[in-house]
């Protein structure tokens, strides 16, 4: 069973930067996708960043490239969301995903992902 915790959601001012962190137990597999989706109220989840289990291929949704970058630290476990230039419209509950034996590809779709965490507020003031 894949267990996943987010962390480092909080409330910023229009520009600032936060980074979060998802804690993937027991451990990241050899080939696995971990995703982090958004989802604002009133609206669908969505897809924002991607990163597979070795951190060499890294996939976007197009409102955040140049703003966030995902990584993927196998030694702790831990995916991280750097989130840079942040906007009101970044306003939302960030969860993690992972998705076993399959590396990541260009689309980010909350069906394909099996195993989801908590959530974590991020909240981005004017």
């Known amino acids: 069973q894949v267990r996943l915790v987010e962390s480092g959601g909080n409330s910023v001012q229009n520009g600032g930067s936060l980074r979060l962190s998802c804690v993937v137990s027991p451990n990241i597999a050899y080939n696995e996708c971990v995703a982090w989706f958004r989802q604002a109220p009133g609206k669908e989840r969505e897809g924002v960043a991607s990163?597979?289990?070795?951190?060499?291929?890294?996939f976007y949704v197009d409102s955040v490239k140049g703003r966030f970058t995902v990584s993927s630290d196998s030694s702790e476990n831990t995916v991280y969301l750097q989130m840079n230039s942040l906007e009101p419209e970044d306003t939302a509950m960030y969860y993690c995903?992972?998705?076993?034996?399959?590396?990541?590809?260009?689309?980010?779709?909350?069906?394909?992902?099996?195993?989801w965490g908590q959530g974590t507020q991020v909240t981005v003031t004017s």
């Open positions: 995903a992972a998705r076993p034996n399959t590396y990541c590809y260009g689309t980010i779709q909350s069906p394909d992902f099996a195993y």
């Open positions: 990163v597979d289990s070795g951190g060499s291929r890294t």
